[in-house]
Structures are given as structure tokens and as C-alpha cells.
Nanobody, 113 residues
Framework: QVQLVESGGGSVQPGGSPRPSCAGSGCIFSRTSMGWYRQAPGKQRELVAT???????YYADFVKGRFTTSMDNAKNTVYLEMNNLKPEDTAVYYC???????WGKGTLVTVSS
């Protein structure tokens, strides 16, 4: 049974740097493609970053230069390092396993002074 568990969100001030993570079980991240998405209140879910099985990474323009995604194969965990956060980055952040179209339950990141 596949399970994706996000954690590491929380409330931060503008400019903060949380590091959400997504731990997987029942799947092997290094052999598949993963994505980070976010959904802000009242808005549609949108793509933040994609990491392919060959570790090619795509970032949405609104996070380029601020967010970095990485994978720890030993822990079967992907991370989203977030820097220079803005209030408009407030959202629930989800990880997504493309091959099985599986979503985690998300972790909320709130950016507020």
C-alpha cells in the first residue's frame, strides 16, 4: 500500500525558510517521478516542482531561485527547501507520485508577519 506523508510545514515570517518533506512507503522514489504542488485558499492546485526518475528537475517560474527539491534515496524522502518566502506562498503543499497518481494529505505553510 502506497503512503505519502508530508511534514515540515508551519507558520513562518516573510523571508523564512521552512523545509517540508514527503516520506514514502510502498514505493521507491528514486525509480519514479515525483512532484510538489500547492493549493492556496480559494485557488486551484498548481505545480511547484517536478523531479523525474532521472533526477531532472523542473521548477515553476514563481519559485525559481527560491525553492529547491531534493531526494534522499536512503530515507525514501523528498524535500522542498523553501527560501525567501512571501505571503503569496501561503498554501497547502502536497507531494505527488505520478506513476500511481497518488497524493499525500499535504502540509500547510503559512507566511505572515
Amino acid at each position: 500500500q502506497v503512503q505519502l506523508v508530508e511534514s515540515g510545514g508551519g507558520s513562518v515570517q516573510p523571508g523564512g525558510s521552512p523545509r517540508p518533506s514527503c516520506a514514502g512507503s510502498g514505493c521507491i522514489f528514486s525509480r519514479t517521478s515525483m512532484g510538489w504542488y500547492r493549493q492556496a485558499p480559494g485557488k486551484q492546485r498548481e505545480l511547484v516542482a517536478t523531479m523525474t526518475g532521472h533526477h531532472n528537475i523542473y521548477y515553476a517560474d514563481f519559485v525559481k531561485g527560491r525553492f529547491t527539491t531534493s531526494m534522499d534515496n536512503a530515507k525514501n524522502t523528498v524535500y522542498l527547501e523553501m527560501n525567501n518566502l512571501k505571503p503569496e506562498d501561503t498554501a497547502v503543499y502536497y507531494c505527488h507520485l505520478y506513476a500511481m497518481n497518488y497524493w499525500g494529505k499535504g502540509t500547510l505553510v503559512t507566511v505572515s508577519s
